[in-house]
C-alpha cells in the first residue's frame, strides 16, 4: 500500500494488482504481530480474536488512520477480507470510479446470493466506533446464514438427478480427503481433455511457465477463470500447480474447514491452501488465487515466483 496514500486505501489499478500480489506473505507473517494463541486459521473465532485485539489497540477512529498503524491495519483487512472469501466464495474487488460505494478501497464481494460488497477497512472502523465487540462475528453470521439459505434455496430448485452426492467419509477433512483421491487420475484426465501432447507434464519448475501461458491463452483477464465454462481447466490447473508444489516436497495442501458447507464432496477451490514444510513461521499460498493473479498481471512468472518462495521458505 501506498505510504502516501489515505489509511485504508490504494490509490490506483496498477497498486491494487500489486497489493494483491503480496496478499501471501503479508498473511503468512500476520498471527506473529498477534501473540502465539491467536487461532490464525479463517475461522469464525479468529475474528472474534482480531476485533478484541483491534478494540485494545485502537481507542478511537483518529488512532486507526495514524501512519504508524498503517501496516498492521493493512494485514487485518487482508485477514478480515480472505476470512470471509475463504468461508463463502468470493473475491477482492477495487474501484476507481466516483459512482463506485468505495472507490479506492479494496472491497470483498462474497458469494451470499447478495452480493453486497464488504470493505474491511470500514468495518474496523465501525467496529472501533461501536466497541460491541460482535461486529465481525455478526458479520460473518450474516453471511453464513445467506449462504445456508442461498443453497437451500438451490437445492429445492435443482432437478433430483443433478443433486450434488455427498462424501462417503466421514469427519472433517472428509472434503480435503476426496480431494487428493486419485489425484494422479484426475490429473491425468485433466491433461488428456485440456492440454496439448507436447505439454512438460512432468511436475517441474519449468512446466509451471508454460501452464501460466497456457492460462493466458485462455483467460482474457481475472474475471474469466471461475466462469462455469473454465471450471474444468481452472480445476486441473490448481490440482497440477499445488501439486508440482506438493511434489517437490515444499508443501502440504490443507484446507479451510469453515468451507465445509454441509459436508459437499469436493471443497471450493478457494478453500485449498499450500502451507510449506517449515518449522518457523508458516508461508501459505493459494493456488486459485495465483492462478488468477497470472491473468490478471499477465507477466508470465507468478507461478514461478510462488513455486520459488515455497521452496525458499523450508
Not at 498477534?34 to 475474528?47: E, G, I, M, T, V
Not at 478494540?55 to 498503517?70: K, M, N, T, W, Y
Not at 473475491?91 to 453486497?116: M, N
Request: proline share 5%.
Amino acid at each position: 500500500m501506498n505510504d502516501n496514500s489515505e489509511q485504508g486505501t490504494v490509490p490506483s489499478a496498477t497498486d491494487f494488482d500489486e497489493w494483491l500480489e503480496v496478499m501471501d506473505p503479508k498473511l503468512a507473517g500476520f498471527g506473529a504481530l498477534l501473540a502465539d494463541d491467536f487461532p490464525n486459521d479463517f475461522s469464525r473465532a479468529s475474528l472474534a480474536w482480531l476485533e478484541d485485539v483491534l478494540l485494545q489497540a485502537f481507542p478511537d477512529i483518529a488512532a486507526v488512520h495514524r501512519d504508524e498503524a498503517g501496516d498492521f491495519v493493512d494485514r487485518c483487512v487482508r485477514y478480515i477480507g480472505e476470512t470471509l472469501i475463504r468461508g463463502f466464495g468470493g473475491s477482492w474487488e477495487y474501484g476507481t470510479e466516483s459512482k463506485d460505494l468505495f472507490a479506492g478501497v479494496p472491497y470483498v464481494r462474497v458469494d451470499d446470493g447478495v452480493g453486497i460488497p464488504i470493505a474491511p477497512f470500514y468495518e474496523i472502523t465501525a467496529l472501533v466506533d461501536r466497541r460491541t465487540k460482535t461486529e465481525l462475528t455478526s458479520l460473518y453470521d450474516t453471511l453464513d446464514e445467506r449462504c445456508r439459505e442461498r443453497r437451500s434455496a438451490e437445492a429445492q430448485d435443482a432437478p433430483a438427478a443433478r443433486e450434488t452426492p455427498r462424501v462417503s467419509a466421514s469427519g472433517p477433512d472428509a472434503p480435503l480427503r476426496e480431494w487428493l483421491a486419485d489425484m494422479d487420475g484426475k490429473l491425468t484426465a485433466w491433461r488428456d481433455e485440456h492440454l496439448a501432447r507436447d505439454f512438460p507434464f512432468d511436475f517441474s519448475r519449468d512446466s509451471l511457465a508454460v501452464l501460466e501461458q497456457e492460462v493466458l491463452t485462455r483467460f482474457a483477464g481475472r474475471d474469466e477463470v471461475e466462469l462455469p465454462a473454465n471450471l474444468g481447466f481452472t480445476e486441473g490447473a490448481v490440482r497440477y500447480f499445488g501439486e508440482t508444489i506438493v511434489r517437490g516436497g515444499f508443501a502440504e495442501w490443507r484446507w479451510n474447514k469453515e468451507e465445509a458447507n454441509g459436508g459437499d464432496a469436493t471443497p471450493p477451490l478457494m478453500s485449498l491452501f499450500l502451507v510449506a514444510k517449515t518449522e518457523e513461521a508458516p508461508e501459505e499460498s493459494v493456488p486459485l488465487r495465483a492462478i488468477r493473479l497470472a491473468a490478471l498481471k499477465r507477466t508470465g512468472d507468478k507461478l514461478v515466483k510462488v513455486y520459488d518462495r515455497m521452496r525458499d521458505s523450508r
